[in-house]
């Protein structure tokens, strides 16, 4: 249960509103091919994603999670994955079930709603329009417009400033160990969903307020609060 009824619900994107993995991890592989490079394949992709496009291309290029330096070919592969990705955007890309459901209804009982990932806009923008969920946010925050990105807090900070809404009585959706560091530093509570991208562990270990199998789920959680 959360400890209060939110004004404002901030999702976060891959992993959470949508299953983006697939095209991702085409574009990754379609790099790789380029660079005469094997391909990685979408399972590790999908372990790859969550921290921006630069992080996922060094990952791509070193195989590593956590490159220490920047790898060779980084300076050519980097804008090739980004014109790839940008033309194959949303060909494989679907949102998880009960997601469009959810925020509509969300939507209309009155709840700020907004988008918080540290994707690009350049491809999160054409995302949830061809996906057709952009008109049920207030505001959508991506990478390149935030000092910081996830974990860090700033643009959840950011964007409850932006929208008129304290941090408590904010709500972070996500299913990312960054998307919890980043609700509980900005004070948000928190709910993550099971099936997205987080590396393989339960996102029990996150200590969200709540986990919701479903968006359909987060209407009456919200209503069900403590205050």
């Not at 979408?42 to 790859?48: A, C, F, M």
């Not at 935030?146 to 809404?165: I, M, Y």
Request: aromatic letters at 8%.
């Amino acid at each position: 249960m959360l400890a209060r009824k939110p004004e404002l619900i901030v999702f976060d994107l891959d992993g959470t509103l949508v299953d983006s993995a697939p095209d991702i991890a085409y574009a990754v592989d379609t790099m790789l091919t380029r660079l005469n490079r094997p391909q990685a394949g979408e399972q590790k992709v999908r372990d790859w994603i969550g921290n921006g496009v630069a992080m996922l291309v060094k990952r791509a290029l070193t195989g590593e999670l956590w490159p220490e330096a920047e790898p060779l070919g980084f300076d050519e592969a980097l804008p090739l994955f980004m014109d790839i990705y940008e033309a194959n955007i949303c060909d494989r890309s679907r949102l998880f079930d009960g997601v469009a459901e959810g925020l509509a209804q969300l939507k209309a009982a009155g709840y700020r709603l907004a988008c918080n990932t540290n994707k690009n806009s350049r491809f999160t923008l054409p995302l949830l329009d061809q996906l057709g969920v952009s008109h049920y946010f207030d505001f959508v925050g991506c990478g390149d417009q935030f000092e910081k990105q996830k974990p860090d807090p700033e643009p959840l900070l950011k964007t409850a400033e932006r929208l008129g809404v304290q941090p408590a009585r904010s709500l972070m959706v996500g299913d990312s160990a960054n998307d919890a560091l980043a609700a509980r530093n900005a004070g948000f509570m928190l709910v993550c969903v099971p099936y997205g991208y987080h590396g393989g562990a339960g996102v029990e270990v996150l200590e969200p307020d709540a986990i919701v199998e479903s968006f359909i789920e987060l209407p009456a959680l919200c209503e069900e609060t403590a205050g």
